[in-house]
Structures are given as structure tokens and as C-alpha cells.
């Protein structure tokens, strides 16, 4: 998928085991819904 930072799985990785696939779920729904978005980190 265009648009996506390395940054995010380590910053997923590092989440509580719980919230990683809430995580992941909502990535994937907003690279579906906008396949052109640019991820970043604050």
C-alpha cells in the first residue's frame, strides 16, 4: 500500500498486546477508504 510509514509498526509493536490489532484494523480501514493517505507520526 502507497502511503505506508515503517514508523507505524514499530510504534504498533510497541503498543499494549490488546490495542495492536485495533491498530492494524483501523489502518487498514483507512487505507481502504483513501488508498492515496500518507501516514505520519507525531
Known sequence: M???NPDFE???A???PFA???LEHIRL???RACP???ETLK
Do not use: F, M, T, W
Request: no cysteine.
Open 2 to 4: 502507497a502511503g505506508r
Open 10 to 12: 514499530i510504534y504498533s
Open 14 to 16: 510497541k503498543a499494549q
Open 20 to 22: 495492536q490489532p485495533i
Open 29 to 31: 480501514l483507512v487505507h
Open 36 to 38: 492515496d493517505v500518507e
